[in-house]
């Protein structure tokens, strides 16, 4: 098979998948339609369905891939920071500080976060997919907590799972207020990070 289809429905369902995240921050998910969709996107219903069986697993698989872009860009970071010796030079605020510099949320995707619980409230199956990705996320969300622990050579009053529930919880409490204030983006992120840490320090024994 060449790799021209390949490529081209690649960027079939990146655009769907734009398209989808720009109209659901708008209206929300109740209110976006699957013809909305490919209307924003320039496709047509036969794009649609022949990349996504339903609008919520295009939106499950929306959540899923921002999460793991910023998983992705903590991780980077971390190896980039292994290689720093000025980093086994800081102290513990400091060192989490740097590994967190990354992570950042727009406010459509606090928007998007928002929606995705409310219909998962109201929406038993879309709910259980929510949790099982959440979980998901939680999990390497958690090996990353162990290799900063490992990397920095700290000790957890807690186990390692319940650390990133806990500072997860925190910046997700501090970004969701800070886009209800309309906080600009670079205060909003250093908001978050600072949360974080405060959250972290109280977690290393």
């Given at each position: 098979m060449s790799a021209e289809p390949t490529r081209s429905r690649e960027n079939t369902r990146a655009r769907l998948l734009e398209a989808a995240a720009e109209v659901f921050a708008e209206v929300g998910i109740g209110g976006t339609s699957v013809e909305a969709i490919c209307e924003r996107a320039g496709f047509t219903r036969g794009a649609f369905y022949?990349?996504?069986e339903t609008k919520?697993?295009?939106f499950l698989e929306l959540s899923d891939s921002a999460g793991r872009r910023q998983l992705e860009r903590v991780r980077q970071r971390i190896s980039e920071l292994e290689q720093d010796p000025t980093f086994a030079e800081d102290d513990?605020?400091?060192s989490l500080l740097r590994v967190l510099d990354t992570?950042?949320?727009t406010r459509d995707d606090m928007i998007l976060m928002a929606e995705s619980e409310i219909r998962a409230m109201r929406d038993e199956a879309f709910g259980a997919a929510l949790l099982k990705q959440n979980e998901r996320f939680i999990a390497e969300v958690t090996a990353i907590v162990e290799q900063v622990?490992?990397?920095r050579r700290l000790t957890l009053r807690v186990d390692a799972t319940t650390a990133a529930r806990l500072m997860m919880a925190a910046w997700e409490s501090t970004a969701r207020a800070s886009?209800?204030?309309r906080t600009p983006q670079e205060?909003?992120?250093r908001a978050c990070h600072e949360t974080v840490v405060t959250v972290a320090q109280a977690l290393i024994a």
């Open positions: 022949s990349n996504f919520d697993q295009l513990d605020f400091d992570l950042g949320a622990v490992q990397v886009a209800i204030a205060e909003r992120n």
